[in-house]
């Protein structure tokens, strides 16, 4: 929902493309900053720990907004202080789950991959349901009400972080010592020292880069000026919906193609879905086209996830993911703010089809890399 309500708000306030480009960036800071320190704080104080309590402390910081509402008028610099806030309290939580994942699997008596593929399914369930009630909900009661809304489910959230019960693994005499900082610090360390997973997270920071500001900012832009937030809802979750049949197709997929054979077909795939897509074409070939996309898209999650969760120690996966974490809200931050000014320097598809073309050169890049073996050692 958060996807949405942030960039709709702050365009409603300033009617500028390059203030939610501008909100998205120095909200994205705090995150970027703080990911590799909590990833310390995963590894040292526990995954389902960490998990609750950030939740808790996120559902309060949603929930700020529409109280802050109730006194006074909503301006650009009230949503970037709320929503920093937000991201601050917020960042260890995915990283939490996920190094949480090999543990429940365990519990469960099931694959790494199979694991993966439910774990990013319903993550991106979230993302297929919560587009389309934000939407709903901005046309009937407005964005900033909407905001109740995303709290109780982030409430939820740490509400069954909490009915967890797991054994978490921790490997014997693999301690690291030093200052949070400095134990934060070693997970650089450990992602340069194993090439599989420093392939992924490369290719993962260009996605971040180049691909999100199209969801974040020119998708949001496009609608905006069309009247159209269902639209947009729909596009949203029908890329997220068919992501959730590519990553629940994870497991079955890994038993006829390579890891490698699946990264290439999922990142070129999502670049030759976009072309089309940045044409502004009819509200049915949105649909199609997104839908391909996401599809291509799905498998990329678990992919990443099995693969930090395979070579990478339980004491150390925490750091890793949280170095993840940090690519995707740091990656934004280069490009956000350009891309909302060149929007309203030449508008949506300009900015659309060049984003298209660039995010094609960058897969087929990355495709045509002959380190990519290392992802099936």
């Not at 992501?243 to 890994?254: C, D, K, P, Q």
């Not at 990355?366 to 990519?372: E, G, N, S, W």
């Amino acid at each position: 929902m958060l996807f949405i309500l942030y960039p709709w708000i702050a365009f409603d306030v300033t009617g500028s493309s390059a203030a939610a480009g501008l909100l998205i960036t120095l909200t994205a800071i705090p995150g970027l900053l703080l990911s590799p320190v909590m990833g310390s704080i995963i590894d040292r104080f526990g995954r389902r720990n960490t998990s609750m309590w950030v939740e808790y402390a996120s559902a309060a910081s949603v929930i700020a907004l529409p109280i802050v509402a109730w006194f006074i008028d909503i301006n650009l610099f009230l949503l970037i202080l709320i929503n920093t806030l937000k991201n601050f309290v917020s960042s260890g939580s995915p990283s939490a789950r996920k190094s949480l994942v090999p543990d429940a699997a365990d519990a469960a008596g099931m694959s790494l991959p199979r694991a993966n593929s439910i774990h990013e399914a319903l993550f991106a369930t979230g993302f297929a349901i919560g587009p389309a009630i934000a939407a709903v909900l901005i046309s009937q009661i407005g964005a900033i009400n909407a905001m109740w809304v995303s709290g109780i489910f982030s409430l939820l959230s740490a509400i069954f972080s909490w009915l967890i019960r797991v054994h978490e693994r921790h490997e014997e005499g693999d301690e690291e010592s030093g200052n949070i900082f400095v134990y934060a610090s070693q997970g650089f360390r450990i992602l340069f020292a194993t090439p599989a997973v420093l392939i992924m997270m490369s290719t993962f920071l260009f996605l971040a880069i180049v691909y999100l500001p199209t969801e974040m900012v020119v998708l949001p832009r496009h609608f905006n000026e069309i009247g159209n937030p269902e639209g947009l809802g729909t596009i949203i979750s029908v890329m997220a919906a068919s992501s959730t049949v590519g990553a629940l197709l994870f497991e079955r997929i890994n038993k006829y193609l390579s890891f490698a054979k699946i990264f290439r077909i999922a990142i070129l795939g999502v670049a030759l879905s976009m072309i089309p897509m940045a044409l502004l074409p009819p509200q049915w070939a949105f649909i199609l086209f997104g839908a391909i996309l996401g599809l291509t898209w799905g498998p990329l999650g678990p992919l990443l996830n099995t693969v930090v969760q395979e070579k990478i120690p339980a004491n150390k996966r925490g750091r890793v993911f949280a170095l993840e974490l940090a690519i995707w809200s740091g990656g934004p931050m280069i490009s956000m703010v350009g891309v909302g000014l060149a929007l309203d320097a030449w508008g949506v598809q300009a900015v659309y089809l060049a984003e298209a073309i660039l995010v094609t050169a960058i897969a087929i890049f990355m495709a045509t890399r002959k380190h990519l073996r290392e992802l099936d050692k």
